[in-house]
């Protein structure tokens, strides 16, 4: 099974509006949101039954039991995230400063540290005999982001649906969890935006996505909201030897069709067609 | 006065009021703490930058004091550290710089080095101070850069607006911690109105004085209004959505510097945002 990955570099760029049309298109069996943070696939693809729903145990966290602690400072001494704080004489540790790391443990001399598994987040798994839906939601303030995402991709993959292609809506930014979304993946496409910041943030997904070896392809949205910017783009591309495959003009039909939970390939419209050329070279570029 | 500008998500437009805020302030300071994905810079193009490195403490072994025991390697949470044939390799990518295996290490063959994971700059735009923190492609966390630049704002007395990441992990919390005020930036689409709520809910959490500003506002929209009605939350202005604006944005220029219109739009909400700080303080003592 081939996986592709579709980032942005950031949100707001139609990420997930191209993902979601790509998976309408495709017809695909198999599809992921990784954008534990904010999982917004799920809006416009209709899932039909009740997914299975898990807990997300990420690192665990730190927790004082104060009968014990002897009040030494050494767990506050060696924490390099600042998570032990006392208040009132009494120590306690901050569970969204904590790494789980281990090191407040094993310098308490009276035990009175263990760390404790915490679920950060819920792992959500649509599954009929045809199509697999892999997404989940991380908790409020949870840092284990990377982790989610490599799971979401695992439970993904683990339901076999004879799919020969899994399309994936990527993280936004260049961290963790986006690192975890490209390891693995056959191909990147890159949804740009043409403006400064949009330019800004492609340049660094493609140095991340490059540390990675991934292939890469960039696509423009909004294309004709800055035609400068977007030629900027395509001159990049060129330059840097990377497939250019398309753009999708702006399009108000965009916004009205997600808010009623539709794709833009569900309905008539410039961007849909547009993004119809964009797949169909995609899928070129991937299986050559 | 501290305000955390957040958004649940990139691309509503957190940057764009967030550097149109300062612009319009007197001698403020615009912090941008998206350090994944920096854009203010973009906006201001400060003058007179400065650089200052950001590092973390790496481990470094002394192959001939490592005894090949894998204390280091059971402890690391993080398997940063593995033992291949008595050697003992270190993947800094993973490394969390807790600073564990060099504690447990019984023949002291462990030490550290600083390794630089990406970089504070500050300058100055007309009147704006600007700081920026920018990760290093390749790195996993930029919690330390976003530490770092907070802990320069502390004392701050001056008008500081926080360019928070998006989304509302941990990282987002550590931003808006010393925040007076939030400012949630949302666009009126499903998407939008889901990504709002997660942020809503971090400013609930953390028990913080917030108001809502619409961009891309349009005529009959109701998502974002009908939600903030229903909870009771401030709607501190609508950004329209207008071509013009759209066109300064991503050519990179500010809107409140280019344009009357938008200058006393952004004025009208800084206003709108001290009111509602100095009734939150009036309502709490
Ligand atoms: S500093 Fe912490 S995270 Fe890094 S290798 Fe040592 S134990 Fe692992
Ligand atoms: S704890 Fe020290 S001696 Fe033991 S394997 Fe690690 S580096 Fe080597």
Not at chain 1, 89 to 100: L, R, T
Not at chain 1, 235 to 249: S, T, V
Not at chain 1, 257 to 277: H, K, P, R, W, Y
Not at chain 2, 194 to 213: A, I, R, T
Request: charged share 25%; aromatic share 6%.
């Amino acid at each position: 099974m081939k996986q592709l990955l579709i980032l942005s570099g950031k949100g707001g760029t139609g990420k997930t509006t191209v993902a979601s049309a790509f998976i309408k298109l495709a017809q695909a069996k198999a599809y992921a949101d990784c954008d534990v943070d904010a999982p917004n696939l799920q809006l416009v693809l209709e899932q039909s039954g009740q997914p299975e729903s898990n807990d997300f145990f990420g690192m665990p966290k730190a927790e004082i039991n104060t009968m014990l602690c002897a009040k030494c400072d050494r767990c506050r001494e060696h924490c390099r995230f600042d998570a032990v704080s006392v208040i009132d004489d009494v120590y306690s540790i901050d569970p969204f400063a904590c790494e789980g790391c281990g090191v407040c443990e094993i310098v308490c001399p009276v035990r009175a540290i263990t760390l404790k598994p915490l679920v950060s987040g819920e792992l959500v798994l649509y599954k009929s005999e045809t199509v697999v839906f892999s997404t989940a939601q991380l908790k409020m303030g949870s840092g284990t982001s990377g982790m989610l995402v490599t799971e979401v991709k695992k439970e993904m993959k683990a339901v076999d649906v004879g799919a020969d292609l899994a399309i994936i809506d990527g993280s936004p930014g260049i961290g963790c969890p986006v690192i975890a979304s490209i390891s693995g993946v056959d191909m990147v496409l890159i949804v740009a935006e043409p403006s400064v910041s949009g330019i800004s943030d492609m340049e660094r997904i493609i140095k991340t996505a490059k540390i990675f070896h991934a292939k890469i392809a960039v696509c423009v949205n909004k294309y004709d909201t800055n035609l400068e910017k977007t030629r900027a783009i395509r001159d990049y591309c060129q330059q840097h030897e990377i497939p250019y495959i398309g753009e999708i003009p702006y399009d108000e039909k965009v916004v009205k069709t997600v808010n009623e939970g539709l794709t833009i390939v569900d309905v008539f419209c410039d961007a849909g067609s547009a993004v119809q050329e964009v797949f169909n070279r995609t899928m070129k570029e991937m299986n050559p | 006065m501290k305000y955390a500008v957040l958004s649940g998500k990139g691309g509503t437009g957190k940057t764009l009021v967030s550097v149109n805020l300062a612009a319009v302030a007197k001698n403020p300071i615009y912090v941008d703490c998206d350090v994944e994905e920096p854009n203010g810079h973009l906006f201001f193009k400060p003058r007179g930058i400065k650089n200052e490195a950001v590092t973390v403490k790496i481990p470094v072994v002394d192959e001939d004091l490592c005894l090949g025991c894998r204390k280091c390697v059971d402890f690391c949470k993080f398997n940063a550290l593995a033992s291949v044939i008595d050697k003992l390799i270190v993947f800094e990518e993973v490394c969390h710089a807790c600073g564990g295996c060099m504690l447990l290490c019984p023949n002291n063959a462990l030490t550290e080095r600083d390794k630089v994971i990406g970089e504070i700059t500050s300058g100055d735009s007309e009147t704006v101070k600007v700081i920026s923190g920018i990760l290093n492609t390749g790195e996993t966390s930029g919690i330390p850069i976003i530490k770092k630049l907070l802990a320069k704002i502390v004392n701050e007395k001056a008008t500081v607006v926080i360019d928070c990441p998006p989304g509302s992990a941990c990282i987002v919390m550590e931003s808006i911690r010393d925040a007076d005020y939030c400012i949630l930036v949302a666009e009126p689409t499903v998407f939008g109105l889901h990504n709002l709520k997660m942020v809503y809910e971090l400013v609930k959490l953390f028990n913080k004085p917030h108001g809502v500003v619409i961009n891309k506002a349009l005529k009959n929209n109701h998502l974002i209004n009908d939600f903030c009605c229903e909870n009771e939350i401030t709607v501190l202005t609508e950004i329209p959505f207008d071509s013009e604006l759209g066109q300064l944005n991503s050519n990179g220029e500010i809107a409140a510097r280019k344009s009357a219109a938008y200058h006393d739009l952004f004025s009208t909400l800084l206003q709108t945002v001290v009111k509602e700080v100095e009734h939150e303080t009036v309502a709490h003592s």
